[in-house]
């Protein structure tokens, strides 16, 4: 299955959850890998870039639908070059970007993925309240259920912001500022 060889190839990294839906779809949520860590000294070091917080829907051999949370739009071809191939034709990507300040609707290898802005948050959170789901939508589902419930309304969801390709959506950047966390 398509996930059990991301997995094997590392391309999973800091993973919640890998598991079955009860209509035999597999269920992610951690980072993905985008570009690896080089090898030094016979292991593998920390991936240079990763989705964070990834959560996706696959069947055997295609991705259904992909959602996470990108520090800079410039990554985005990185997903696109190393999973295209894997796109279901009617894929879903909905992806929160930290350096944009608008919505935008990117087109990427034949098909569209929905960037919202959003500087710092939970993208499980973020993602329902964009979806309009809320958490009695999910009551009782295991947490590879919760992903079709998702499925079922991307469906529906209607992507906001001008339709650009990477290069303009390049131009579109804000600066960010991270805040600290910690102990007060």
């Known amino acids: 299955m398509l996930f059990d060889t991301y997995e094997q190839s590392g391309l999973f990294f800091n993973m919640n959850f890998k598991d079955k839906t009860t209509s035999g779809l597999q269920a992610y949520r951690g980072d993905l890998v985008l570009t690896e860590g080089e090898i030094t000294a016979g292991r593998r070091m920390p991936p240079v870039a990763t989705i964070r917080q990834a959560v996706m829907l696959g069947s055997e051999d295609k991705i259904l639908f992909a959602a996470g949370f990108f520090d800079d739009v410039a990554k985005l071809p990185l997903f696109d070059e190393r999973y295209a191939k ?9 992806f929160f970007v930290a350096n944009i300040a608008k919505p935008l609707v ?11 802005p959003l500087e710092d948050g939970l993208v499980w959170n973020e993602l329902l309240d964009e979806l309009r789901l809320e958490k009695d939508d999910l009551k009782g589902q295991s947490a590879a259920d919760k992903l079709l419930t998702v499925q079922g309304a991307l469906k529906e969801y209607k992507a906001k912001g001008d339709a650009v390709g990477i290069d303009e959506a390049k ?3 804000v600066a960010v500022k991270l805040g600290g966390r910690g102990p007060v």
């Open 86 to 94: 894997d796109y279901a034709p009617d894929v879903k990507l909905l």
């Open 106 to 116: 990117l087109s990427l290898s034949g098909t569209t993925a929905a960037l919202v």
């Open 171 to 173: 131009t579109r950047t």
